[in-house]
T-cell receptor, first 112, second 110 residues
Framework: SQTIHQWPATLVQPVGSPLSLECTVE??????LYWYRQAAGRGLQLLFY??????ISSEVPQNLSASRPQDRQFILSSKKLLLSDSGFYLC???????????FGEGSWLTVV | KNEVEQSPQNLTAQEGEFITINCSYS?????LHWLQQHPGGGIVSLFM???GKKKHGRLIATINIQEKHSSLHITASHPRDSAVYIC????????????FGKGTKLTVNP
């Protein structure tokens, strides 16, 4: 069966520090991968998606970047965090042959 | 105006009540998702609809493509159903972007 893992679950980082959130998917190949953010009191917002290794599409301009070094690995990064980067980050995947989307456990980021 | 509107924003019910959450959208879609987000933040996909009706346990989801409207029903509600329920649509044309509603916070009291 397919599973998705995301880590770390929570982190508190100072302004200006780097960020790396990692997501891996098991039990499927060539998934579409997504990073979403949910800021406090707001709905989910798509940040990046990837349809294949090394292929990254950005939905909104921001202080973040994404990479897909392996088929089932998706990484969200920042070189210098801003206070506004605080929020709940969710990794998700969708199989190529279907439309159901599956979410990771999420990562709570607080930038102080 | 948001492309996806949910109502109500907040809903409080007594255990056992029948619950309906509504979602209206203003764009052409290829699919509509109902998601459940628990207080810890984790999100679970409940349904993916492109037409008609789906049922899973006590949950029923319907969609009317012509009216651009979907409903999520919970029969015999239970306190463990307390969560935020989110409607999301995928635009027609192969878009990878899901457009999300702001969610409905459901509280079921024992």
């Amino acid at each position: 069966s397919q599973t998705i893992h995301q880590w770390p679950a929570t982190l508190v980082q100072p302004v200006g520090s780097p960020l790396s959130l990692e997501c891996t998917v098991e039990g499927t190949s060539n998934p579409n991968l997504y990073w979403y953010r949910q800021a406090a009191g707001r709905g989910l917002q798509l940040l990046f998606y990837s349809v294949g290794i090394g292929q990254i599409s950005s939905e909104v301009p921001q202080n973040l970047s994404a990479s897909r070094p392996q088929d089932r690995q998706f990484i969200l990064s920042s070189k210098k965090l801003l206070l506004s980067d605080s929020g709940f980050y969710l990794c998700a995947w969708r199989g190529g042959s279907g439309n159901t989307i599956y979410f990771g456990e999420g990562s709570w980021l607080t930038v102080v | 105006k948001n492309e996806v509107e949910q109502s109500p924003q907040n809903l409080t019910a007594q255990e056992g009540e029948f619950i309906t959450i509504n979602c209206s959208y203003s764009v052409g879609i290829s699919a509509l998702h109902w998601l459940q987000q628990h207080p810890g933040g984790g999100i679970v996909s409940l349904f993916m609809l492109s037409s008609g009706k789906k049922k899973h346990g006590r949950l029923i989801a319907t969609i009317n493509i012509q009216e651009k409207h979907s409903s999520l029903h919970i029969t015999a509600s239970h306190p463990r159903d307390s969560a935020v329920y989110i409607c999301a649509v995928r635009r027609q044309g192969g878009s990878e972007k899901l457009v999300f509603g702001k969610g409905t916070k459901l509280t079921v009291n024992p």
